[in-house]
């Protein structure tokens, strides 16, 4: 692990406050995800499950996470189970958390070998009235593959059919939305890196560097300075590919008079920045693309200012949507005949600015949040307007990550380069 654990204070807090939202005489159980295979005797890369992480801060494979607050015996109402390390683990895999490890990362006073899960798991169940077991219910999720939760729920319902059972996901993302200040740490860590990534860029980029070649050079820079790498598959885009929203081949060479977005940044212990940047490859802007730029860079800012307690995310995209539609006219990209004909289900502006301005986050990049309640103190949210004019191969888009504050929010990444003539002098480097 190349990071700095988080302080266990920060976990076991996150299990209070899961206790104060439990019925009596409830279970929680919590799986590590699964490692998953590519091909022949090929795996990918392990990444932890966000609650199981959330709630104990282990990094590790096949953990299991028991939470029964109201067990008779003390010793039952905190357990994990961790994969116990040998001879032949040791030599072909490396090492593997002790118990002490495991206790001390978690703040857990019990911690098991995985092979005594069976008989404490049938204690609990003999025990406990509710069993709140975990699933993905993140809107947008597809989950082709059984996950190893959905393998353990579907055993739960089969070996003990009437007990109650509840949605354990629900009660996560009510936790989760709301950031503490250890977790606001590890992810102005990860802002703080991926800004060191960006400022590195500048002085790389111009006319004739390849895509790949920049992502060699963020990806050089944060694993350097101990992040896990990227926070999410970078998207490096020259000239047209910015047009493209998901634009993740960067095999493109870099050409004199394009611009380059790009929608990268690191993670850290776990909690990922997510930032995006739009330049000229060759360090100075055509007054068309500045036009376009500071268009998107006026309704960044509005954004901010829009995206506060009590607003609802629906009502505030409504509302970015006319500060862009306002925008497009300016840039002669629409008219008003287009507004006025528009379906509203789908309004014009949609055909240069199609995605939505901000999503949550946290440990996922797309963070888990009730998006029809109201915006509350303590969320984070990123702010990503953009502008995508295929016609004339221009995608602009900026992104910075906020902090939701009782008085006022806190842009966290304000640190890093946004305005076009502090991009312009630096890039002249």
Known sequence: MR???????????????????????SVVIVHANDVLPTNADGSLSFIQNSDQFYLSGIDQEETILVLFPDAADPKQREMLFVRETNEHIAVWEGEKLTKAQAMERSGIKRVHWLEDFETQFRSVMCQADHVFLNSNEHARATIPTETREMRFTRRCQHEYPLHRYHRLAQLMHELRVIKSPHEITALNEAIRITGDGFDRLLKFVKPGVHEFEIEAELCHEFIRQRARGFAYTPIIATGAN????????????????EMLLLDVAAN??????????????????????RQVYDAVLRVFKECCKILRPGIIIRDYQEQVGK???QELLGLGLITKEDVAKQDPEKPAYKKYFPHGTSHPLGIDVHDVGHMWKPVQPGMVFTVEPGIYIREEKLGVRLENNIFIGEKENIDLMAHIPIEADEIEALMKR
């Open 3 to 25: 990071y700095q654990p988080l302080p266990a204070e920060l976990f076991v807090s996150n299990r209070e406050h899961l206790y104060a939202k439990l019925p009596p005489q």
């Open 242 to 257: 910015a047009c493209v929203l998901h634009y993740i081949t960067n095999h493109c060479q870099c050409q004199d008079g």
């Open 268 to 289: 850290y212990g776990n909690y990922n920045a997510d930032l995006t940047r739009t330049i000229p490859v060759n360090g100075k802007f055509t007054p068309r693309q």
């Open 323 to 325: 500060l862009m539609e």
